[in-house]
């Protein structure tokens, strides 16, 4: 039973527009959510994360929304650049998630930032 | 840049050997965890460690165990490795509660 979905395999968009990636969680339990980028050959990049007493954080080009009643979360990139171009995963923690502060993540979205 | 490093970087090897993959911090962080990571899973939990000594196990943990004797190292064990145990296995460290995990560069293991 997979508790993080991220529904969209690949997202292909033009350079200076906006990125929009989105998550789906299933447990009620979690806590806290957050986005990794990963480059190939490379390990997970922490990139932003949100607690559920907040419903949007901000750090420059990148904004996560989070939507609890919906157990949504989406991650904004504005303006996309080409070096964005990676695999983006979303994951969650919490109660819901186990004990000691496990992570569980989605199957990643490949974003492709065309010039 | 945490300070992750993961050893070897690349191993190739054969069914039914033993392997055993290294994962060292300097960050002195209290929580270490071992992934894999394969194509249309993305990245899943094997084994993490909450102190030394301690450890449990995550959701892929069937043919693998782990050693935590000092705070900077955690081991990951293939008793005897598999096929299925082809991977790209990843090393994280975190703090604790609410707070990010930080990856290592990764090993790329394939077992022929």
């Known amino acids: 039973d997979q508790q993080v979905k991220q529904n969209s395999p690949s997202l292909s968009v033009q350079e200076g527009r906006i990125s929009i990636l989105n998550c789906d969680y299933t447990n009620s339990m979690f806590d806290y959510f957050l986005w990794y980028k990963k480059y190939p050959a490379e390990g997970p990049t922490f990139l932003i994360s949100i607690s559920s007493i907040k419903d949007k954080n901000e750090d420059g080009r990148f904004t996560v929304f989070l939507n609890k009643s919906a157990k949504h979360l989406s991650l904004h990139i504005v303006p996309s650049q080409p070096g964005d171009s990676a695999v983006y995963f979303c994951a969650a923690s919490g109660v819901g998630g186990g004990s000691n502060y496990k992570l569980t993540f989605g199957k990643g979205t490949l974003l492709t930032v065309n010039p | ?112």
């Open chain 2, 1 to 112: 840049d945490a300070g992750i490093t993961q050893s070897p970087r690349h191993k190739v090897t054969e069914t039914g050997t033993p392997v055993t993959l290294r994962c060292h911090q300097t960050e002195n962080h209290r929580y270490m965890y071992w992934y894999r990571q394969d194509p249309g899973h993305g990245l899943r939990l094997i084994h993490y460690s909450y102190g030394v000594k301690d450890t449990d196990k995550g959701e892929v943990s069937d043919g693998y165990s782990v050693s935590r004797s000092k705070t900077e190292d955690f081991l990951l064990t293939l008793e005897s490795a598999t096929s299925s145990q082809t991977s790209v296995y990843f090393c994280a460290i975190s703090e604790g509660s609410g707070y990010e995990q930080y990856f290592g560069p990764g090993t790329r293991l394939t077992v022929t």
